[in-house]
């Protein structure tokens, strides 16, 4: 199990999709749960609770004067209402947030900045995607909200009003992102200022072992809590076609293991989001048993225990 986490995890569905314009996404928690997560993790031998979905909360945000934004109020909303999740069940367990789109992770990483806080610790991000999801909501030209959560949690301006106010905005210098493939100019501005960036370039020449270490050789000595935001789009497409994002040239099945594995032998790992599952566009569920066999991974499964499946 992670570090200082004696009670085990729970599970916590975000049904979101209000931040993406592809319908189901909504559907992600129960794909998760029908393959298997709870049971999975039993199986290792640590106790799970899963309580249930989340709902958005009311929240009046303004019209935005960039036309393209779409289904602000309710991203919103979605955002108060996960912030105020991921602070109450991080006391005393590991919390998996089952997307949903990107946006949820507003919220997810705001309540773990707010739980970093309230025990005098910093908050690091390990971001797995192929996007850098740091417009603002002024430069966003999709009006797709999935794509805006960094730019919130940085405290990038143009929120105000519009989100729920943070506690504190997340440091970049303490954002480590991995398997970026697609970037629009009016983020990489953004990605200037101290965000640590291994694109699948970078993990091309140069694997993930010693870039991972590094940043998590930082959120040891940090003494600080580490929060993994997995998206599916962070692996190829042609092991994961279940998200409405595809980019191709994404991670391998063993480079996401690995990953994970890592991660597990760190104990830094205190909360988790599995996002941008859209059950709709899997095959069979084979991305969310990818998901699920990789959160195990994160969790403890080793590489002789993985059984095998046949299809």
């Known amino acids: 199990m992670a570090q200082g986490n004696p009670e085990g995890c729970v599970l916590i569905g975000a049904p979101v999709q209000s931040g993406t314009n592809r319908l189901g996404c909504d559907m992600g928690p129960s794909a ?52 105020e999740a991921a602070f109450r069940h991080s006391a005393g367990a590991l919390p998996i947030f089952l997307g949903g789109d990107h946006s949820l992770s507003a919220g997810t990483v705001a309540g773990m900045t707010r739980r970093a806080e ?13 996007h850098a999801d740091l417009h603002t909501l002024d430069s966003t030209t999709s009006g797709n909200l999935h794509g805006v959560p960094l730019a919130y949690l940085t405290g990038r301006p143009g929120f105000t009003g519009y989100f729920p106010p943070l506690d504190a905005a997340l440091d970049p210098a303490c954002i480590c992102m991995f398997g970026l493939r697609s970037v ?14 291994h694109d699948m370039r970078d ?11 590094s940043f998590l050789r930082e959120v040891a000595a940090a003494e600080g809590l580490l929060h993994v935001s997995l998206d599916v789009d962070f692996l190829d497409p042609g092991i994961a076609p279940g998200v409405g994002t595809t980019v191709p040239g994404g991670a391998t099945f063993r480079e996401a293991h690995l990953i994970m594995e890592l991660l597990h032998d760190s104990g830094l790992v205190r909360s988790l989001d599995l996002v941008e599952l859209n059950p709709f566009l899997d095959e069979r569920g084979r991305t969310a048993l990818l998901m699920v066999d990789l959160a195990d991974s994160l969790l403890g499964r080793r590489i002789l225990d993985r059984p095998t499946r046949s299809f």
């Open 184 to 197: 629009d100019p009016a983020e990489r501005a953004a990605l200037g200022q101290g965000v640590r960036v």
């Open 32 to 83: 998760y749960r029908a393959a298997g997560l709870a049971e999975s993790i039993r199986e290792l031998g640590i106790p799970v609770v899963d309580a249930g979905n989340v709902a958005p909360a009311p929240f009046a945000a303004p019209l935005h004067p960039n036309p393209a934004v779409r289904n602000l109020a309710e991203t919103a909303g979605w955002t108060r209402a996960l912030t």
């Open 203 to 213: 993990i091309d020449e140069n694997g993930v072992v010693a870039p991972l270490r």
């Open 118 to 130: 309230a025990e005098g610790r910093p908050l690091f991000l390990l971001w797995l995607d192929a």
